[in-house]
């Protein structure tokens, strides 16, 4: 049903506007990483906990294989995206409701090796779950050239950057308190 009412909803919001000139602007995200919201056991979590274990306790145990390559995108990103397509020149836009994004996409791997660089004595073991499953039916990558093309969408974080990122954030919240 998730994908059934995405669709719909594009779908919606593509006929308002040609039938009723009604400005619908939507975006297709990839998987959200932040470092303001706990994750929630979702198939993309694991991009979120492995920041939270690497702090609290140098090791993470994985529920996805290693190289489990999945579409991802930081939330500054993710909100600078969602602004910028509300600024877009409306005369400029061909889509409308139905916008990919695209920031990054890597593994479990790739993102603990890059954890790896600040925090060395990290470990990760893996013991894929359920969710497996679900990684496995998704692209490893997004076509967002109707974004970039169309309303000038670039991300600004890379793996590397967003990495740096969330251990300083969540560095500092657990100082400040226990994760």
């Not at 919001?13 to 602007?25: I, P």
């Not at 690497?54 to 090791?59: D, E, H, S, T």
């Not at 390559?69 to 397509?85: F, G, H, R, V, W």
Request: net charge positive; aromatic share 12%.
């Amino acid at each position: 049903m998730y994908g059934i009412t995405k669709v719909t909803g594009e779908l919606l919001g593509n006929y308002y506007f040609h039938k009723f000139g009604l400005d619908v602007r939507g975006l297709r995200y990839p998987g959200i990483i932040s470092n303001k919201t706990l994750p929630t056991g979702g198939t993309t979590d694991y991009a979120v906990e492995i920041f939270y274990e690497a702090i609290k306790n140098g090791k993470y145990q994985c529920f996805l294989r290693e190289d489990s390559t999945l579409p991802m995108m930081y939330i500054p990103d993710c909100l600078k995206a969602t602004i910028d397509l509300m600024n877009a020149d409306l005369k400029k836009l061909k889509h409308h409701a139905d916008f990919n994004l695209a920031a990054m996409s890597f593994s479990p791997k790739e993102i603990s090796d890059e954890i790896k660089q600040h925090l060395p004595k990290f470990i990760i073991t893996y013991k894929p779950d359920y969710r497996q499953a679900i990684a496995d039916s998704w692209p490893k990558s997004i076509d967002d050239l109707a974004s970039r093309e169309e309303w000038g969408w670039k991300p600004s974080y890379d793996l590397k950057a967003m990495v740096k990122d969330m251990l300083e954030v969540l560095g500092e919240k657990h100082k400040q308190k226990k994760i």
